[in-house]
């Protein structure tokens, strides 16, 4: 089977299945010091400084969009930052389409209007 025709029909409850087959306690991962490292390092690179799909500064969180490379030391390159408005709605648009984490991340960041922050006069 082609593997990008099988990605593509990854659902919003299938992504769930596969973070749980990745790493079983979720919550207890986030919890841990291996976690609250990451997210330091994360913090202080500037592609993590803002919302990479609106582009906002604040309400900042990362976000797993695949569990692939949860707790490997790959494990930023499933991660984006996203406000707490855009990650919100990329949740909410995975489950409204049934489609993956990762196909509506992608959906969110591009398709929507960049933030510009207001000139100074």
């Known amino acids: 089977m082609d593997i990008k025709k099988l990605i593509k029909e990854v659902t919003y409850k299938d992504t769930w299945t596969i973070r749980d087959l990745v790493i079983p306690d979720y919550q207890a991962y986030l919890d841990s010091e291996d976690w609250k490292q990451l997210k330091k390092e994360l913090k202080k690179l500037k592609k993590y400084q803002k919302c990479r799909a609106c582009g906002k500064p ?3 969180q990362l976000h797993h969009k695949t569990y692939r ?3 490997t030391t790959k494990e930023q390159l499933g991660i984006v930052t996203l406000c707490g408005k855009c990650h919100k ?3 909410e648009y995975a489950k ?3 489609i993956s ?3 509506a991340t992608r959906y969110i960041i591009t398709h929507t209007k960049k933030w510009k922050p207001k000139k100074k006069k």
Do not use: F, Q
């Open 96 to 98: 409204k389409k049934d």
């Open 89 to 91: 709605r990329t949740h």
């Open 69 to 71: 490379w949860v707790g």
């Open 58 to 60: 604040n309400y900042l």
């Open 101 to 103: 984490i990762a196909r």
